[in-house]
């Protein structure tokens, strides 16, 4: 599979010989959806709470006696079928959104993903991707005279210059190679591989 090597300008200097089974594989949607939803809900915390009827802050107290009132009978305030009241079946925050994902699943999808990206043009290389200096100024006139807007970049390692300056910008994501995730991949119009991330990906998700 054939990517496209980029200049400092934004424009097609050379093409790059990629792996097709990284690249190069058929799109399977479903596997994509799969892998996207589970990410996704792996990462959620699970904070959220709700009261029980045992737990809400009303009277145990019959609210009135059980016959001649004409009304339907009711043995507390706490009942979830009153307003106010508890739930049947409350959220905890011990619940747990988990989706378990085979590691060769994974791959199959990142790199069903990748292979799309790159069939829409939405991929490509570049030699190296840096900033002289941390600031979000800087970045956004390289990005610009690039032609990018929406745009997650994958660098090889970790430039602290390139992560400062890129933190402001919130149609920008800079990730290493390891930080990389199927949802960020599929959110950004445009993906940006440097030339050492491109062979660091090739090596772990083949």
């Known amino acids: 599979m054939e990517l496209k090597l980029l200049n400092d300008e934004g424009q097609q200097s050379a093409t790059l010989q ?3 089974a990284l690249f190069g594989r058929d799109y399977n949607e479903a596997l994509v959806h799969q892998v996207v939803v589970a990410y996704m809900a792996n990462a ?3 904070n959220r709470a709700q009261k029980g009827r045992s737990e ?3 009277s145990t107290r019959k609210p009135w006696r059980q016959k001649g009132t004409g009304r339907a009978r009711a043995g507390m305030a706490s009942s979830p079928l009153w307003r106010g009241g508890g739930k ?3 959220n905890k925050p011990d619940e747990n959104f988990s989706q378990k994902v085979n590691r060769k699943m994974f791959r199959a999808g990142v790199a069903a993903i990748l292979s799309q990206l790159a069939r829409e043009d939405r991929l490509a290389v570049v030699e190296d991707f840096r900033v002289e200096a941390p600031k979000t100024k800087l970045l956004a006139q390289k990005l610009k005279g690039m032609g990018l ?3 997650l970049v994958i660098t090889h390692d970790f430039d602290e210059n390139l992560f400062l300056s890129s933190r402001n910008l919130h149609n920008v994501l800079v ?3 390891s930080e990389a995730d199927p949802v960020s991949l599929v959110h950004y119009n445009k993906v940006i591989v440097t030339k050492g991330a ?3 990906m090739e090596e772990a998700w083949q």
């Open 44 to 46: 959620r915390s699970g």
């Open 18 to 20: 990629a792996s097709d």
């Open 88 to 90: 049947i079946f409350p």
């Open 198 to 200: 491109l062979a660091k």
């Open 149 to 151: 807007d929406s745009v």
């Open 56 to 58: 809400v802050a009303k």
């Open 175 to 177: 990730l290493t190679v």
